[in-house]
T-cell receptor, first 111, second 112 residues
Framework: DAKTTQPPSMDCAEGRAANLPCNHS???????VYWYRQIHSQGPQYIIH???NNETNEMASLIITEDRKSSTLILPHATLRDTAVYYC????????????FGTGTRLTIIP | KAGVTQTPRYLIKTRGQQVTLSCSPI?????VSWYQQTPGQGLQFLFE???????NKGNFPGRFSGRQFSNSRSEMNVSTLELGDSALYLC???????????FGPGTRLTVL
């Protein structure tokens, strides 16, 4: 069973920041939070991951709460190409457990 | 660097047949994972290989099997195909087991 909870869908206006929340209340201290997205009919694409500090890369920013029980993925200037299903996952740093994808959030960018 | 490649991209089989799907990871990546994606069940983990050894396995029947070769390329096999095996089969590679995974485009299998 998925260990994360995400809203099933969200809309965001083109050019605005898209903020996608994720609850992972059962996360343990040695588990990373990973974000992937899947554009229709393509394989999932890695976006970003973090352990406890906020992270930023060329695609997005990841904000993790101090208690690590939730996080937010931020796409700073959403474009139509960001329309996709976004998955939040957590996995141990040792990698000795299977990766479990939940149902994700279907993000629709509105022109 | 070339991405993860999967062959074939599309496949049609009939019930009872078997099928072999192939995955070539990104150069230098030693871990390969396989997933099944269906509209009803979403993305489900099948198995993960590292250095030719299966390291993790999902909850699928024994009809689903896989292997990894010394060059890190991987194959998965499904025997005695059932209609419910129709799905998009995705392969992902990573440098090591705990690293971020990079997915291929998938093989869409249709079982008639």
């Amino acid at each position: 069973d998925a260990k994360t909870t995400q809203p099933p869908s969200m809309d965001c206006a083109e050019g605005r920041a898209a903020n996608l929340p994720c609850n992972h209340s059962t996360i343990s201290g040695n588990e990373y939070v990973y974000w992937y997205r899947q554009i229709h009919s393509q394989g999932p694409q890695y976006i970003i991951h973090g352990l406890k500090n906020n992270e930023t890369n060329e695609m997005a920013s990841l904000i993790i709460t101090e208690d690590r029980k939730s996080s937010t993925l931020i796409l700073p200037h959403a474009t139509l190409r960001d329309t996709a299903v976004y998955y939040c996952i957590h996995r141990g740093i040792l990698g000795n457990e299977k990766l479990t994808f939940g149902t994700g959030t279907r993000l629709t960018i509105i022109p | 660097k070339a991405g993860v490649t999967q062959t074939p991209r599309y496949l049609i089989k009939t019930r009872g047949q078997q099928v072999t799907l192939s995955c070539s990871p990104i150069s230098g990546h030693r871990s390969v994972s396989w997933y099944q994606q269906t509209p009803g069940q979403g993305l489900q983990f099948l198995f993960e290989y590292f250095s030719e050894t299966q390291r993790n396995k999902g909850n699928f029947p024994g009809r689903f099997s896989g292997r990894q070769f010394s060059n890190s390329r991987s194959e998965m096999n499904v025997s005695t195909l059932e209609l419910g095996d129709s799905a998009l089969y995705l392969c992902a590679s990573s440098l090591a087991i705990a690293d971020e995974q990079f997915f291929g485009p998938g093989t869409r299998l249709t079982v008639l």
